[in-house]
């Protein structure tokens, strides 16, 4: 899932991530509460209206990125206290407050309030923080259970959100469910797909069916690095039941031999036909070992904050574009990469733009670094299905390590 924290993926495009086949995108509700805030999103029919993006989003709950406020938060049962990162002001979160921004953004998967625990953390804290998150859990899904009518998708209609033949997600499937009503004068309509998308490996829609559909809430595995703790915490959250369980509190500082460890064990415990999420990987070989340990959907700010300091993946390697061994390099950036960036443009000029600061190279790097990761998954998925999973993953572990 490519990363789109602020209701925007940097420097790319809306119609562009559709080209380049991107099902589902990730919105962080921390940011979208501080900016725009969640009542402007909601008004506007969710995040699906208001950046006009008719295919699947998740939102995460908020937890990671105000655990990540050291200075800046007071934890206690009920929730944490924060300060705001952009102008000091003092702010609550509980699973409830979590749960209410999260359905006031619309996003079709939406997050349990959890607790990152963080690394180091001795077994005594990793308990505690594991059986808070069990306990948050709970109240989020209540919430959820309790508030999921107040989700903005029936007014969407009205914000220029418009149905085609194709719909992608829990939200168009309910937009199309309402009756219709015109599209209000002077707002922008949404992108409608078309067969340009050649490139999409989708699953035809679902039939509609006779209560709306409602966002997803997806449980919280935590537990530090501790494996037993992982076992009870998926136990935990099985218990109280969502339709997808993420892979919470990796990739904090850890090694990565002890990440892969505490994913392999944890998916043990994870239900094999329910969506199993890895928050927050990884490289281009770690999403495909993980998709081949049986991890079905990840996300990560790498692919578009590298390429915006010029740090690019090929199928040759990682390429720092900045270097002057590309200032006459009349080669596109990965041969193999049939991107729009690597089929029109050479090396020489991707340098040059980087090296002038110009706009363009923040655009072209960040659309060749998405698309070489979507491409991966879509030859994951690929592999898998043949049954050649293991064969892919020795070919991407042999690139050449620059
Ligand atoms: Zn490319």
């Known amino acids: 899932m490519p990363v789109g924290t602020l209701a925007s993926v940097k420097g790319v495009p809306q119609a562009t991530l559709e080209e380049l086949g991107a099902h589902i995108i990730l919105g962080n509700t921390y940011h979208l509460y501080l900016r725009p805030g969640v009542e402007t999103v909601r008004r506007m029919g969710g995040l699906h209206g208001f950046m006009s993006w008719r295919r699947a989003i998740l939102t995460d709950s908020g937890g990671f990125q105000v655990f990540s406020l050291n200075e800046l938060r007071k934890v206690s049962e009920e929730g944490v206290t924060f300060r705001s990162h952009l102008d000091g002001s003092s702010h609550f979160f509980s699973p409830e407050i979590s749960m209410e921004a999260q359905i006031g953004l619309g996003a079709d998967i939406i997050m349990a309030f959890d607790e990152c625990t963080e690394f180091p953390a001795d077994r005594t804290r990793a308990r505690a923080s594991m059986e808070m998150t069990a306990r948050w859990a709970a109240r989020s899904k209540k919430y959820l259970e309790d508030h999921k009518h107040e989700v903005p998708w029936n007014a969407a209609s009205s914000c220029g959100y418009v149905g085609t033949s194709a719909p992608l997600c829990a939200a168009e499937r309910s937009s199309r469910a309402a009756p219709a009503s015109p599209r209000s004068p002077g707002l922008p309509k949404a992108a409608v797909p078309t067969q340009a998308f050649s490139r999409q490996t989708v699953s035809p829609?679902?039939?509609?069916?006779?209560?709306?559909?409602?966002?997803?809430?997806?449980?919280?595995?935590?537990?530090?690095?501790?494996?037993?703790?992982?076992?009870?915490?998926?136990?935990?959250?099985?218990?109280?039941?969502?339709?997808?369980?993420?892979?919470?509190g990796l990739s904090v500082g850890e090694p990565r031999d002890l990440t892969r460890e505490i994913v392999e064990s944890t998916l043990e415990h994870l239900p094999s036909d329910k969506p199993r999420y890895l928050m927050g990987v990884g490289t281009p070989e770690e999403i495909v070992e993980y998709a081949c340990l049986g991890v079905d959907m990840m996300d990560c700010v790498l692919p578009t904050r590298a390429a915006r300091h010029g740090l690019l993946f090929t199928s040759e390697g990682k390429v720092s574009i900045k270097q002057a061994r590309y200032a006459?390099?009349?080669?596109?950036?990965?041969?193999?990469?049939?991107?729009?960036?690597?089929?029109?443009?050479?090396?020489?000029?991707?340098?040059?733009?980087?090296?002038?600061?110009?706009?363009?190279?923040?655009?072209?790097?960040?659309?060749?670094?998405?698309?070489?990761?979507?491409?991966?998954?879509?030859?994951?998925?690929?592999?898998?299905?043949?049954?050649?999973?293991?064969?892919?993953?020795?070919?991407?572990?042999?690139?050449?390590k620059p």
Request: aromatic share 8%; proline share 9%.
């Open 328 to 400: 006459q390099d009349p080669a596109p950036l990965d041969p193999n990469c049939g991107c729009q960036v690597c089929q029109r443009y050479s090396r020489a000029y991707l340098r040059h733009l980087y090296a002038s600061n110009e706009v363009l190279a923040q655009v072209l790097n960040t659309i060749h670094n998405l698309s070489f990761y979507l491409d991966t998954m879509r030859r994951v998925r690929h592999s898998i299905s043949l049954g050649e999973e293991s064969r892919f993953l020795s070919s991407v572990r042999s690139r050449p």
């Open 205 to 248: 829609p679902s039939p509609p069916t006779q209560s709306p559909p409602t966002q997803s809430l997806f449980g919280i595995i935590q537990g530090g690095m501790d494996r037993d703790l992982r076992e009870e915490s998926a136990e935990r959250t099985i218990a109280i039941g969502f339709p997808g369980y993420a892979i919470g």
